[in-house]
């Protein structure tokens, strides 16, 4: 049964397609209970410490409901792009106003929490069927590259001033957008280009999948155009921008100000649980297939979602992600919130 309470991660989609109906505030139905409800049900709910034993961990890593459900997100994420294009190819952009506003806010949390999220989870396992479905989930959102840097450049540099998608301490969220987005698409062609090199190939080598990406991307916009007009490939490319913007936003709250130290031979000291901000508040554990738990994420990257385990000795975050996401718009509170617990787990 516990495999069925991530069907919880559908709950968006029902609530855009809502707002997607609608008019007056319920075109923003999808925004508020995302980022005002669900924040305060988790401040009410808490935190949920559950650990799994060996054996509960060895039946979830074997359970393939787990991956159903991560599968189905991905034609629901299509089908939701098909709706949202055609539902806007006949609204002029002049006309936007409030109500198309939030429909669009609503399309950009799904490009955030399917196009991005569930692709990075597809995308950190073996089988290459769940890599190309990773892939075809980030084109929503035009982010292919970061299954390139992710996987080969995150991990490995995390917590270093070395990975564009640290955050330095004290630096605000909104220059960390520019500053990371900017980095981790350079960062993806020089891995693409050290790749190369190394197998001997050209560094624009029709392998290169930098280049497989943009030219995806490039046809992909010219069907959106040709099926949706101006109109619908505007609305569609602000959604995707959106969803870059929210997991930008994910990654700051995520590692915030946290480093790893250098050794006396001038390596970096292996990644631990210390090195990610974690958070165990149910509501966006089952929203987001326990990308909350990234302490353990990210010290044993193999691990599926659903043997994610929580790090009680890790840095914790004091509310869920979307609480976190809100609060860091706000960065003075931000600072005054934050800093001081980096600075325990700095010194």
């Not at 034609?75 to 294009?85: K, N, S």
């Not at 989930?137 to 990975?163: Q, W």
């Not at 890790?314 to 931000?334: D, N, R």
């Amino acid at each position: 049964m516990r495999a069925f309470g991530y069907l919880f991660a559908f709950f968006p989609a029902l609530l855009f397609l809502i707002s997607l109906e609608s008019s007056g505030i319920l075109a923003w139905l999808c925004v508020g209970v995302v980022f005002i409800i669900i924040p305060i049900l988790e401040w009410l709910i808490g935190v949920r410490n559950n650990q799994l034993t060996t054996e509960q961990l060895k039946l979830r890593s074997q359970d393939k409901r787990f991956d159903l459900v991560l599968y189905a997100l991905v034609p629901v994420q299509w089908v939701l792009i098909l709706i949202f294009g055609n539902f806007f190819s006949i609204i002029p952009i002049s006309n936007w106003g409030f109500e198309e506003w939030g429909k669009i806010m609503g399309m950009g949390i799904l490009c955030g929490s399917y196009g991005i999220n569930v692709a990075h989870e597809l995308g950190h396992r073996n089988s290459k069927m769940e890599q190309k479905m990773a892939q075809s989930l980030l084109l929503t959102s035009l982010y292919m590259h970061f299954f390139i840097e992710h996987n080969r450049g995150h991990h490995k540099h995390v917590a270093t001033p070395e990975d564009p998608s640290t955050a330095r301490l004290n630096e605000p969220v909104q220059l960390f957008w520019m500053r990371s987005m900017f980095q981790t698409w350079v960062k993806s062609w020089q891995l693409e280009f050290e790749r190369l090199k190394r197998e001997n190939l050209p560094r624009f080598h029709y392998s290169n999948q930098m280049l497989q990406f943009q030219l995806i991307q490039l046809i992909y916009m010219g069907i959106v155009y040709l099926l949706f007009g101006g109109n619908g490939f505007t609305a569609l490319l602000i959604a995707a921008f959106i969803g870059a913007v929210l997991l930008e936003t994910i990654n700051y709250i995520e590692h915030y100000g946290l480093l790893r130290k250098k050794t006396a031979q001038g390596y970096y000291e292996l990644v631990e649980t210390k090195h990610s901000w974690n958070s165990n508040h149910l509501i966006g554990r089952l929203l987001l297939f326990e990308l909350s738990r990234h302490s353990d994420h990210h010290y044993k990257s193999h691990k599926k979602y659903q043997e994610l385990q929580s790090a009680p000795e890790a840095p914790q975050m004091p509310t869920g992600y979307p609480g976190m996401m809100v609060l860091s718009m706000i960065f003075p509170l931000w600072f005054w919130m934050m800093n001081k617990r980096v600075a325990q787990f700095n010194s």
